[in-house]
Protein backbone atom coordinates (compact mmCIF):
# COMPACT_ATOMS: atom_id res chain seq x y z
CA UNK A 1 0.00 0.00 0.00
CA UNK A 2 1.26 3.87 -0.91
CA UNK A 3 0.73 6.88 0.64
CA UNK A 4 1.48 10.23 -1.16
CA UNK A 5 2.41 13.40 0.24
CA UNK A 6 2.32 16.63 -1.62
CA UNK A 7 2.92 19.57 0.38
CA UNK A 8 5.08 22.83 -0.74
CA UNK A 9 6.34 23.77 2.72
CA UNK A 10 9.66 21.82 3.48
CA UNK A 11 8.90 21.77 7.45
CA UNK A 12 5.56 20.55 6.97
CA UNK A 13 6.52 17.98 4.51
CA UNK A 14 8.78 16.38 6.62
CA UNK A 15 6.54 16.68 9.78
CA UNK A 16 3.72 14.56 7.81
CA UNK A 17 6.43 12.47 6.77
CA UNK A 18 7.13 11.50 9.93
CA UNK A 19 3.77 10.88 11.49
CA UNK A 20 2.93 8.91 8.44
CA UNK A 21 6.15 6.90 8.84
CA UNK A 22 4.75 6.21 12.56
CA UNK A 23 1.55 4.87 11.36
CA UNK A 24 3.17 3.09 8.90
CA UNK A 25 5.13 1.22 11.38
CA UNK A 26 1.95 0.91 13.85
CA UNK A 27 -0.24 -0.41 10.63
CA UNK A 28 2.65 -3.39 9.82
CA UNK A 29 2.89 -4.66 13.52
CA UNK A 30 -1.25 -4.29 14.58
CA UNK A 31 -2.72 -5.63 10.69
CA UNK A 32 0.43 -7.20 8.96
CA UNK A 33 0.22 -4.65 6.29
CA UNK A 34 3.11 -2.90 4.77
CA UNK A 35 2.59 0.91 4.09
CA UNK A 36 5.06 2.87 2.13
CA UNK A 37 5.33 6.67 1.75
CA UNK A 38 6.08 8.82 -1.55
CA UNK A 39 6.54 12.87 -0.41
CA UNK A 40 6.32 15.30 -3.13
CA UNK A 41 7.19 19.71 -3.05
CA UNK A 42 5.69 20.26 -6.01
CA UNK A 43 1.94 19.15 -8.44
CA UNK A 44 3.53 18.51 -11.41
CA UNK A 45 5.62 15.37 -9.59
CA UNK A 46 2.75 14.41 -7.65
CA UNK A 47 -0.02 14.22 -10.43
CA UNK A 48 2.31 12.00 -12.64
CA UNK A 49 0.78 8.60 -10.83
CA UNK A 50 -1.84 10.08 -8.44
CA UNK A 51 -3.40 6.32 -9.31
CA UNK A 52 -1.12 4.51 -7.65
CA UNK A 53 -1.96 5.52 -4.53
CA UNK A 54 -4.67 4.17 -2.03
CA UNK A 55 -4.41 7.63 -0.22
CA UNK A 56 -3.06 11.21 -1.16
CA UNK A 57 -1.89 14.11 1.86
CA UNK A 58 -2.22 17.62 0.49
CA UNK A 59 -1.47 20.89 1.31
CA UNK A 60 -0.01 22.95 -1.16
CA UNK A 61 -0.18 27.11 -0.51
CA UNK A 62 2.86 28.76 -1.83
CA UNK A 63 1.71 28.42 -5.99
CA UNK A 64 -0.92 29.41 -8.12
CA UNK A 65 -2.63 26.18 -8.09
CA UNK A 66 -3.29 25.05 -4.88
CA UNK A 67 -4.24 21.98 -2.55
CA UNK A 68 -7.83 22.65 -3.13
CA UNK A 69 -8.02 23.13 -7.29
CA UNK A 70 -5.37 20.05 -7.33
CA UNK A 71 -8.42 18.01 -4.95
CA UNK A 72 -10.52 19.45 -7.23
CA UNK A 73 -8.49 17.81 -10.81
CA UNK A 74 -8.13 14.37 -9.09
CA UNK A 75 -11.84 13.93 -8.32
CA UNK A 76 -12.35 15.37 -11.93
CA UNK A 77 -9.83 12.53 -13.12
CA UNK A 78 -11.60 9.36 -11.62
CA UNK A 79 -9.59 9.31 -8.13
CA UNK A 80 -11.85 7.23 -5.65
CA UNK A 81 -9.09 7.02 -2.75
CA UNK A 82 -9.20 9.22 -0.02
CA UNK A 83 -8.11 12.60 -0.80
CA UNK A 84 -6.97 14.10 2.26
CA UNK A 85 -6.94 18.16 2.63
CA UNK A 86 -4.45 19.31 5.56
CA UNK A 87 -5.83 22.48 6.39
CA UNK A 88 -3.17 25.08 7.21
CA UNK A 89 -3.07 28.90 5.81
CA UNK A 90 -5.91 27.85 3.53
CA UNK A 91 -9.52 26.80 4.79
CA UNK A 92 -10.37 24.07 2.02
CA UNK A 93 -13.34 23.31 4.23
CA UNK A 94 -14.70 26.07 3.23
CA UNK A 95 -13.68 26.31 -0.01
CA UNK A 96 -15.55 23.02 -0.50
CA UNK A 97 -18.52 24.08 0.91
CA UNK A 98 -18.57 27.26 -1.26
CA UNK A 99 -18.65 25.13 -4.36
CA UNK A 100 -20.96 22.50 -3.17
CA UNK A 101 -18.19 19.69 -3.32
CA UNK A 102 -19.16 16.70 -1.50
CA UNK A 103 -17.33 13.74 -2.48
CA UNK A 104 -17.42 10.93 -0.50
CA UNK A 105 -13.72 10.75 -0.40
CA UNK A 106 -12.68 14.06 0.53
CA UNK A 107 -11.04 14.66 3.86
CA UNK A 108 -10.09 17.42 5.81
CA UNK A 109 -7.44 17.27 8.37
CA UNK A 110 -5.75 20.71 10.19
CA UNK A 111 -2.26 21.24 10.66
CA UNK A 112 -0.76 20.61 13.14
CA UNK A 113 -1.57 17.51 12.54
CA UNK A 114 -2.70 15.97 15.57
CA UNK A 115 -1.80 11.76 16.10
CA UNK A 116 -5.11 10.70 17.46
CA UNK A 117 -7.37 11.91 13.76
CA UNK A 118 -4.87 10.91 11.86
CA UNK A 119 -4.62 7.44 13.11
CA UNK A 120 -8.22 7.46 13.35
CA UNK A 121 -8.39 8.16 9.50
CA UNK A 122 -5.62 5.74 9.00
CA UNK A 123 -7.54 3.02 10.32
CA UNK A 124 -10.62 3.85 7.78
CA UNK A 125 -7.84 3.52 5.11
CA UNK A 126 -6.36 0.22 5.97
CA UNK A 127 -10.00 -1.22 6.78
CA UNK A 128 -11.33 -0.60 3.53
CA UNK A 129 -7.98 -2.35 2.04
CA UNK A 130 -8.29 -5.04 3.99
CA UNK A 131 -12.26 -6.16 3.21
CA UNK A 132 -12.21 -5.03 -0.86
CA UNK A 133 -15.67 -6.22 -2.82
CA UNK A 134 -14.69 -9.61 -4.08
CA UNK A 135 -15.66 -8.49 -7.54
CA UNK A 136 -14.94 -5.51 -10.06
CA UNK A 137 -17.72 -4.58 -12.36
CA UNK A 138 -16.67 -4.49 -16.25
CA UNK A 139 -19.11 -3.13 -18.49
CA UNK A 140 -18.36 -4.62 -21.76
CA UNK A 141 -20.53 -3.27 -24.62
CA UNK A 142 -23.91 -4.56 -23.76
CA UNK A 143 -22.80 -7.02 -20.74
CA UNK A 144 -21.23 -6.77 -17.68
CA UNK A 145 -18.96 -9.11 -16.21
CA UNK A 146 -18.32 -9.50 -12.56
CA UNK A 147 -14.67 -9.96 -12.50
CA UNK A 148 -13.19 -11.83 -8.71
CA UNK A 149 -9.02 -11.11 -8.73
CA UNK A 150 -7.66 -13.79 -10.61
CA UNK A 151 -10.45 -13.72 -13.40
CA UNK A 152 -8.41 -10.78 -14.68
CA UNK A 153 -4.74 -11.77 -16.20
CA UNK A 154 -3.04 -8.35 -17.07
CA UNK A 155 -3.92 -5.47 -19.37
CA UNK A 156 -1.94 -3.86 -22.08
CA UNK A 157 -2.23 -0.46 -23.68
CA UNK A 158 -3.04 -0.46 -27.42
CA UNK A 159 -3.22 2.80 -29.04
CA UNK A 160 -6.23 4.58 -27.63
CA UNK A 161 -7.72 1.34 -26.20
CA UNK A 162 -7.08 -0.87 -23.16
CA UNK A 163 -6.88 -4.82 -23.77
CA UNK A 164 -8.03 -6.62 -20.90
CA UNK A 165 -7.07 -10.13 -21.18
CA UNK A 166 -9.16 -12.84 -19.01
CA UNK A 167 -8.25 -16.59 -17.55
CA UNK A 168 -10.90 -17.49 -19.28
CA UNK A 169 -9.50 -16.64 -22.79
CA UNK A 170 -11.68 -13.31 -23.43
CA UNK A 171 -9.98 -10.47 -24.08
CA UNK A 172 -11.72 -7.52 -23.82
CA UNK A 173 -11.24 -3.80 -24.96
CA UNK A 174 -11.90 -0.95 -23.27
CA UNK A 175 -11.38 2.60 -23.99
CA UNK A 176 -9.37 3.75 -20.88
CA UNK A 177 -6.41 4.25 -19.58
CA UNK A 178 -3.91 1.81 -17.59
CA UNK A 179 -4.14 4.18 -14.36
CA UNK A 180 -7.86 4.46 -14.44
CA UNK A 181 -8.41 0.33 -14.69
CA UNK A 182 -5.99 -0.23 -12.03
CA UNK A 183 -8.03 2.49 -9.76
CA UNK A 184 -10.56 0.08 -10.37
CA UNK A 185 -8.59 -3.09 -10.03
CA UNK A 186 -6.36 -2.18 -7.08
CA UNK A 187 -9.09 -3.82 -4.64
CA UNK A 188 -7.19 -6.92 -5.15
CA UNK A 189 -3.73 -6.78 -3.98
CA UNK A 190 -2.32 -9.42 -6.55
CA UNK A 191 -3.24 -6.93 -9.73
CA UNK A 192 0.28 -4.97 -9.68
CA UNK A 193 1.13 -2.23 -12.61
CA UNK A 194 4.52 -2.59 -14.72
CA UNK A 195 4.62 0.22 -16.73
CA UNK A 196 2.51 3.70 -17.59
CA UNK A 197 1.03 0.61 -20.40
CA UNK A 198 1.31 -2.59 -18.32
CA UNK A 199 -0.77 -4.19 -15.72
CA UNK A 200 0.06 -8.01 -14.28
CA UNK A 201 -1.55 -10.31 -12.05
CA UNK A 202 0.69 -11.82 -9.94
CA UNK A 203 -0.86 -15.31 -9.97
CA UNK A 204 -0.77 -15.50 -13.46
CA UNK A 205 2.77 -15.11 -13.54
CA UNK A 206 4.72 -18.40 -15.49
CA UNK A 207 8.31 -16.21 -16.10
CA UNK A 208 9.86 -13.65 -14.09
CA UNK A 209 13.12 -11.56 -14.41
CA UNK A 210 14.10 -8.34 -12.65
CA UNK A 211 12.57 -6.42 -16.34
CA UNK A 212 10.39 -9.19 -17.83
CA UNK A 213 7.51 -10.75 -17.34
CA UNK A 214 6.06 -13.13 -19.00
CA UNK A 215 1.99 -14.30 -17.68
CA UNK A 216 0.67 -17.73 -18.18
CA UNK A 217 -1.54 -16.72 -21.51
CA UNK A 218 1.53 -16.18 -23.21
CA UNK A 219 1.22 -12.02 -23.13
CA UNK A 220 4.57 -10.29 -21.88
CA UNK A 221 5.44 -7.23 -20.30
CA UNK A 222 8.60 -4.83 -19.93
CA UNK A 223 8.91 -4.05 -16.07
CA UNK A 224 10.01 0.01 -16.05
CA UNK A 225 12.30 0.43 -13.31
CA UNK A 226 9.64 2.89 -11.65
CA UNK A 227 7.86 -0.02 -10.63
CA UNK A 228 10.14 -2.71 -10.06
CA UNK A 229 10.28 -1.89 -6.74
CA UNK A 230 6.48 -2.33 -6.68
CA UNK A 231 6.47 -5.60 -8.47
CA UNK A 232 8.88 -7.16 -6.21
CA UNK A 233 6.77 -5.85 -3.10
CA UNK A 234 3.81 -7.68 -4.83
CA UNK A 235 5.25 -10.87 -5.22
CA UNK A 236 6.66 -11.33 -2.25
CA UNK A 237 3.08 -10.13 -0.76
CA UNK A 238 1.51 -13.04 -2.42
CA UNK A 239 4.22 -15.24 -1.45
CA UNK A 240 3.00 -15.09 2.42
CA UNK A 241 -0.03 -15.64 1.52
CA UNK A 242 0.44 -19.01 -0.10
Not at 183 to 193: A, E, G
Amino acid sequence: MYFAICDDNIADRKQSERLLKRQAERVLKEAGEQVYIDSFGNKEAFMIRPQMYQALFIDMTLDETNGFAIAKNLLDIGIVKPIILCCSSINYRELAQNEGIEAKNLYFLDKPIKVAELTSLVDHIIEERIAPPSTVELRYHEETIYASGDDIVCAKKKGENLLVYLADGRTLTFVTSVFNFYDQCSIFPQICPVSNDGIININHIKKCSPLHITMDNGMSFFVAFYYSKIVKQAIEDAKKLT
